[in-house]
């Protein structure tokens, strides 16, 4: 029997054959994610977390700070052993230490499956239970979540559906993508992607006689298709690069004055910017050629212009600035809210960009209000747990890191998304307890004190959807739980059970009396605007439903132009802040500017990572895949190097190569290749982090996150800035280690 199913990366169906889980793409989606093919290893894989596991330590002693997290063996234990302990771990923080000493951020992107999306169920549970310490903001765009609400408006509002495929496809002529839109990251979109248009629209634009100009260090951030200008400025000096053409835009009369005046605020202050920071000055900073900046910035001032800026750029040390330094390059063009014009934001990073919204809401699993305020920018997690009690600086306020005694993470991998990755170690070793809800042993798994088995989608029935994509998705469960792996909601209603709430944590529905009361409010939306509205049975019975598109009208951006004012403190375009001016910030100022890194690359580490998003997975998830396995050589993820910087070091195309810096250390193969700027590697992240030895961090495997740099963006944002670090490689001397990531730890 074939059964509907979806993930992040795009719907399917699935059935056995021969033994084997069979994954077929959804026959309506026209460039489907090779990442479907991850899918079938998911189910019964030897990686998969059986039974519940307990490190030795923390069973046998008791909680406590310690040192031993991720190096010691697990005890197996009974379900109803282990959660009466936990339960009886979560009322002594909560009584000792009160409600902010759990912090429950728990970052990740979880599963497809609107019921039993972990975060949901986690900030539930935790709320329901007293509340706790919860996380603000994304990995992914930190410094844009923070800076646009200032800049240019609601965050949602002015970055998804504003501008579309469909426009770009019918009415731009030159693209000018900051970062790429790279088509292995649009097969991502959270919730589900059903249909992967990006390919298509593009091809359509360049066959109409659009021109695409890429900025990025890897030629394969726009695909082959397009033909596009390929410029490759040092990484992190877009921000430079983007003033340099506002200049000559300037200088040559090439702005416009009547959009500038009429519909943003901050002109003069970021004109009084500009001077002498001319497309020379830019030259010097970014290494592209002045004539050839000069050349650029008359083009984009002929024809129908779009600025797009990715979400990489901003995922680095001062990321608020080629954002805020974009937006202000595409209102001096003045096309903001035509279509297919002006600035887009993360358009081409993931899947859920650049579509029209859907005209009626999805079904979704409401989330409850935290009862305690007390929050930190996502990112600082480390930062919380080493300086309890100490101040810091964020959009603006001064907060103060709260003294965390439990951390409890369901969804998420911070071994595999937070930076360096040896003090994430150092900061967990001071907790009391760990908990870690997953699949699979992960490196952070294999950190935690207390890891509960969870099911993944496979194993339970759920809803798939998003806000943009059109197809709704009954996603079905091909295979009986793995082991003794039960649902996540399972286990927060088991333990709501022992504190005393689990009335009201499940409200006395079982899961499919959630998912037919999650339907019910879309299908009552279809029915009262007049669109077909199947019942639930319905529903489940065909598999799937269609929702039909909302209006691709350009959104908020649009009816700027029409004199609606934006959410921004003048209800214009920011071209300069007096809010954010007021802030006070060395390292974020109140119009966009080029602000140095701190840690450039020297003599001893002369080299930029990129560590960007892999191609063959989602993040670390799947790993052990088959589209991610083949990826590898010889098990280990690949970086790719410039023939010359190759040369220089005696590395050879698919040798084993150790990338180092003041940080850590890890090991990767090279791909020597000049689709990467030279002065520049590229190792993506998600490979599973697999120290050496219990005293040797290095990690054979290949994550990045070993040697990223664990520093805010600026004090206004706070941001993620994992996607750039200096480092050096060399060849590997000897005979490299057998990479055995994918597997339990010592079960006793
Ligand atoms: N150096 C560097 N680091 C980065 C980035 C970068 O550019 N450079 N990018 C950052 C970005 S943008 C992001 S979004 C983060 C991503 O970081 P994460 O979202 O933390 O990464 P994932 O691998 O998706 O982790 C999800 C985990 O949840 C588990 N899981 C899946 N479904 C379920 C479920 O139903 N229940 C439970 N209990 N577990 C489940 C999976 O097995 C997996 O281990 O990484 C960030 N890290
Ligand atoms: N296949 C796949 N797709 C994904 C994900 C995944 O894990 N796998 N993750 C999803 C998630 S959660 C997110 S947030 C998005 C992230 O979307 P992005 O952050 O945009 O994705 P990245 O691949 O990290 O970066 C895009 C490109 O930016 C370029 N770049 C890096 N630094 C610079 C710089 O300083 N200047 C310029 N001009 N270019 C630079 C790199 O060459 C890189 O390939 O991706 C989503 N899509
Ligand atoms: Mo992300």
Redesign the pocket.
Known sequence: MTLSHSAHWGAFSADWADGELRVTPHPRDPDPSPVLHNVPAAVRNAVRVARPAVRRGWWEKGPGPTDRRGREDFVEVGWAEVLDRLAAELRRVHTDHGPTAVYGGS?????A?RF???QSQIHRFLGMAGGYTQSVN????GAAEVLIPHVLGQFDAVTRSVVTWDQIAAHTDTVLAFGGMALKNSQIGPGGVSRHVERAAMVAARGRGAEFVLVSPLRPDLPPEVGARWLAPEPGTDAALMIGLAHTLMVEDLHDEAFLREHCAGWETYAAYLQGRDAVWAAEICGIPAEEIRALARRLARGRTLVTVS??LQ?AEHGEQPVWAGLALAAMLGQIGLPGGGFCYGLGSLGHYGRPRNAVPVPTFARRPNPVRSYIPVARVADMLLHPGEPFSYDGSRLTYPDVRLVYW?????F????DLARLQRALGRVDTFV?????W?A?ARHADVVLP????LEREDIGAGGTDPLVVAMKPVAEPFAEARD?HAIFAALAARLGFEERFTEGRTPREWLVRMWERTEKALADRGFPAPSFEEFWAAGEHELPPGPDDGGVLAALRTGAPLHTESGKVQLASEVIASFGYADCPGHPAWLPPSEPPSAEFPLWLV???PATR?????DFGATSAAGKIDGREVMRIHPQDAEARGIADGAVVRLHNDRGACLAAARVTDEVRAGVVQLP??AWYTPATETDPTCVHGN??VL?RDVGSSRLAQG?T??LTRVQVEAYRGSPPVVVAHRPPPLG
């Open positions: 970052y990740g992107w979880a599963s499956g039993h999306h972990a994304t990995y992914s765009g979400q990489s995922r369901c969804g998420g991998n911070p595999h998304h937070h930076q870690v809800h997953e699949s699979v992960t952070t969870a099911t993944t989608t996540d560590s960007n998003q989602l993040h670390s998830q799947l992240t998600g990045p996150n990223t993620c994992g996607q």
